[in-house]
């Protein structure tokens, strides 16, 4: 059965602070890895990643991918409160369940002023 | 770009009514769309697969019959719960990708409270 496994589950940090959240995977023929932020509604899509070690960058936020080890991050810098939210790691693999998004338990992180 | 949206945001029913949502790509064709439930504080639970044309894919342990599923054109599928229950109540979120396998988006979700 594919498993995507985040950490931590929750963190709270400072605005300013630097955060990395983990993201591990055990799934058949791995396609790609996606990470997500959820606020109160529905995800907002953050990035794709299909190689390993080309890092992905938007603004303070940036991931990586690393195939070997089976594992992806997320990185925010400096932190503001708007950042807050659940974070979410999902990953396609192929076969019967290509298309399908396994979705990990969330990072909930929360920025205080 | 990428733009989902679904409707209603929030719909309130008694028990054994029929609920419909809709789900629409404003920007985009989707071949594939997918419906997911979440609880508070859980993570998105997929229920079904639904491709444009075809009869959507269903979950184990989803009941085909009472989450009637329709993709009838490449930017809208809808989502039937019928005979809804108290038990049903969950927030409803649809997602839509270009292509299978591409990044999905999301719809800012349904809240169905069922009393």
């Known amino acids: 059965e594919d498993k995507v496994v985040q950490s931590p589950l929750s963190l709270v940090v400072h605005e300013g602070d630097t955060v990395t959240l983990n993201c591990s995977y055990e799934v058949t023929n791995f396609r790609s890895l996606l990470w997500y932020k959820q606020e109160k509604k529905a995800p907002t899509f953050l990035f794709m990643l299909t190689s390993s070690g080309i890092e992905k960058k938007s603004g303070r936020l940036s991931s990586i991918l690393d195939k070997k080890e089976l594992f992806s991050i997320l990185n925010i810098t400096a932190t503001q409160t708007g950042d807050s939210a659940v974070y979410l790691c999902a990953v396609y693999a192929g076969g019967t369940s290509y298309g399908k998004l396994t979705f990990g338990q969330g990072t909930i992180l929360t920025v205080h002023p | ?115």
Request: proline content about 3%; hydrophobic content about 35%; some cysteine.
């Open chain 2, 1 to 115: 770009g990428a733009v989902v949206s679904q409707h209603p945001s929030r719909v309130i029913c008694k028990s054994g009514t029929s609920v419909k949502i809709e789900c629409r790509s404003l920007d985009f064709q989707a071949t594939t769309m997918f419906w997911y439930r979440q609880f508070p504080k859980q993570s998105l639970m997929l229920m079904a697969t639904s491709n444009e044309g075809s009869k959507a894919t269903y979950e184990q342990g989803v009941e085909k019959d009472k989450f009637l599923i329709n993709h009838a054109s490449l930017t809208l599928s809808t989502l039937t719960v019928t005979s809804a229950h108290p038990e049903d109540s969950s927030f409803y979120i649809c997602s839509a990708a270009q292509v299978r396998g591409l990044a999905q988006y999301f719809g800012p979700g349904t809240r169905l409270l069922v009393l």
